[in-house]
């Protein structure tokens, strides 16, 4: 048994069940406990993700860590800080994914780009349920500081302009403009992206099941003030809403 714990935001755990379920996978015969905050990350966000092997990857409340557990949050002991490619989200993670395995005795399985791309069944269930459209907008602000120049009129001006061009939107939050996802969890949202054509918007929670191995050939840019958050060609990076509308021109999407 593998205890280990993130006591961070959904995004952060997010990140960590797609290498826990993934580090099941590779080795049948280990089990291992994720300890979650409930108060930043909801256990029914998170569940999804280990549907198909729920005997052998737990969730429980980071209050029942025990004193061994493991801390998932990638900046550790200062990991992050001290890295490199910090702003790189991809080159560290390959990093940050071989430490902690090392940490937990076991072979890493997140070698490539490709494989911080989400993939599990419960996304795959939804996505002949979910409604069709062209682009997903995360409309979200960031609750970790990655977005500090997110602005609501921005985006909500960015959704017009895509509606106006023809575009079948969806919004993480409601603009008036277009469809919203009201009381949706993150996998839903994620089998939404997996059929559109474009997800567009904020670096946080909702996004990460978006990057999924579904769509890696759709357009995809995410806002950040700073760090850089690609896993596929066609990913690129907006430090505003604004800057996004001059990348969605330049790609013919206005």
Not at 168 to 194: E, H, M, Q, Y
Request: hydrophobic letters at 40%.
């Amino acid at each position: 048994m593998i205890h280990a714990h993130n006591a961070l935001r959904l995004g952060d755990n997010l990140v960590q069940l797609n290498f826990l379920r993934r580090l099941c996978l590779q080795n049948s015969d280990i089990e291992i406990t994720h300890y979650h905050n409930p108060e930043l990350c909801k256990f029914e966000e998170i569940d999804a993700l280990r549907s198909d092997m729920s005997l052998r990857l737990h969730i429980r409340p980071i209050s029942e860590a025990p004193a061994d557990s493991i801390d998932s949050w990638r900046n550790a002991g200062g990991y992050w800080e001290r890295h490199l490619d910090k702003l790189n989200f991809a080159k560290f993670h390959l990093c940050w994914f071989e430490e902690l395995a090392s940490r937990m005795c076991v072979k890493n399985p997140i070698r490539e780009v490709d494989d911080l791309l989400f993939d599990y069944p419960a996304l795959d269930s939804f996505i002949p349920m979910a409604p069709d459209c062209d682009v997903v907008v995360i409309n979200s602000p960031g609750l970790s500081g990655q977005f500090i120049n997110f602005n609501p009129d921005d985006f909500r001006n960015l959704v017009s302009k895509l509606v106006s061009k023809g575009h079948r939107v969806i919004s993480t939050v409601d603009t008036g403009l277009c469809p919203a996802f009201d009381n949706k969890n993150v996998t839903w949202i994620g089998a939404t992206a997996a059929k559109a054509k474009a997800v567009i918007g904020t670096s946080t929670g909702p996004s990460w099941p978006c990057l999924n191995v579904h769509n890696k050939n759709a357009f995809h840019l995410l806002c950040a003030d700073t760090e850089t958050v690609i896993f596929t060609e066609r990913g690129q990076m907006a430090r505003s809403a604004f800057h996004a509308l001059h990348i969605l021109e330049e790609e013919g999407l206005l």
